[in-house]
Nanobody
Framework: QVQLVESGGALVQPGGSLKLSCAAP????????MGWYRQAPGKQRELVAT??????PNYADSVKGRFTISRDTKNTVYLQMNSLKPEDTAVYYC???????????WGQGTQVTVSS
């Protein structure tokens, strides 16, 4: 059973920074695409960034140049968020999708609120 656990969400002022973490024990990063998605109130869940072995990270246009997705060797995926804007306010979800498969897993989400 795959279990993804996000952390790092918080209230931050506009222009501030925040780093989210996603613990993904048991996930083999070489065969899984890892990603961050977000869902704002009243809106659909949307892609923020994805990372997969052998390819450059992929970002939504709205976060390019401000957010960076990365992963370490201890099965943790990160989302570094800089120059945060109020429109970045959402619940952020970690996602693991097995390549060439329909197997997809989600974390429980972590709240990010950007407000003064």
């Amino acid at each position: 059973q795959v279990q993804l656990v996000e952390s790092g969400g918080a209230l931050v002022q506009p222009g501030g920074s925040l780093k989210l973490s996603c613990a993904a024990p048991g996930i083999n990063f070489s065969i899984y695409s890892m990603g961050w998605y977000r869902q704002a109130p009243g809106k659909q869940r949307e892609l923020v960034a994805t990372i997969i072995s052998g390819a450059s990270p992929n970002y939504a246009d709205s976060v390019k140049g401000r957010f960076t997705i990365s992963r370490d060797t201890k099965n943790t995926v990160y989302l570094q968020m800089n120059s945060l804007k109020p429109e970045d306010t959402a619940v952020y979800y970690c996602n693991a999708r097995r390549i060439l498969s329909t197997n997809t897993y989600w974390g429980q989400g972590t709240q990010v609120t950007v407000s003064s």
